[in-house]
């Protein structure tokens, strides 16, 4: 299945009655990105104020909170390819960076298929996105995480295959034109990932939020994202959330899809 996102213009005190209820009924997986925020704190506030026991009906994601869930958006989920997460990450990258001028000005094939080539390493060696960096820039990092993913190749022969194409990436990591062919990618995705409070969301040991489990249990995530404080990177975290809730849905055909409510600002 495949989700469509839309933003909402509706009353916070309407959406957040409307998702409340949800939260009481334990039916539907729903989840809320607020880039407002207003809506978020009205359902707090109603949260604290409930004496049923809901905690473990609502998982929360606000960077400013240091109790925030994380979560690794190169989640391999074992029945899904493990290219999906990597192609999913892209697809959320090559969105934020269309509505940039700059960005789509200096970004090129070779970029772009560094890029993807790069996340599956790094879903294949099941390191977090907050690496992508380190892949690109250290040679021994990237050396270690090959050797990691050529251990377990007999047990996923379709690993060979990133292999192949990073052996060839490394023949030219210390060329003129890698470097040429890695700026955009650096310079585009750098300044939004590793912006203080996106860096809560993004942590390098094991994340909390894990959307598979979550639409299966039917919980609610509420997200609080406001563009006022967090600008582009706001962006990029809700695509990365959409990005991996859709993958997750699409792998589950048995389950509800999850109810979405985008709050734009």
Not at 65 to 81: A, G, M, Q, R, Y
Not at 226 to 255: D, R, W
Request: net charge negative; proline share 6%.
């Amino acid at each position: 299945m495949s989700l469509e996102f839309k933003p909402l213009n509706m009353d916070p005190k309407i959406l957040s009655e409307r998702i409340s209820q949800e939260i009481l009924a334990h039916v539907n997986p729903v989840a809320l990105i607020d880039h407002d925020g207003a809506t978020f704190d009205l359902i707090q506030r109603w949260l604290g104020h409930q004496t049923v026991e809901l905690s473990g009906r609502v998982e929360i994601i606000h960077p400013i909170k240091e109790s925030t869930c994380s979560f690794n958006p190169l989640t391999w989920i074992s029945e899904v390819d493990f290219a999906d997460p990597a192609i999913a990450v892209r697809d959320a990258f090559r969105s934020i960076l269309s509505m940039s001028p700059k960005a789509s000005g200096i970004w090129n094939a070779q970029s772009e298929s560094i890029l993807i080539d790069t996340l599956m390493l790094l879903v294949a060696s099941k390191a977090s996105l907050e690496q992508l960096p380190r892949v690109l820039l250290d040679d021994d990092f990237c050396a270690a995480l090959m050797t990691d993913v050529q251990s377990r190749l007999a047990s996923r022969v379709t690993f060979a295959a990133i292999l192949v194409k990073w052996a060839q990436w490394k023949r030219l990591r210390r060329t003129d034109q890698w470097n040429i062919w890695v700026a955009p990618v650096i310079q585009s995705i750098n300044p939004q990932l590793f912006e203080r409070r996106s860096r809560n969301l993004l942590p390098d040991d094991e994340p909390n939020f894990h959307p598979v489990v979550s639409i299966k249990k039917k919980t609610t995530l509420l997200v609080k994202l406001p563009y006022s404080e967090f600008g582009e990177a706001a962006t990029l975290m809700s695509t990365l959330i959409l990005a991996n809730l859709n993958l997750a849905s699409s792998f589950q055909s048995q389950e509800k899809e999850p109810m979405i409510f985008i709050v734009a600002q």
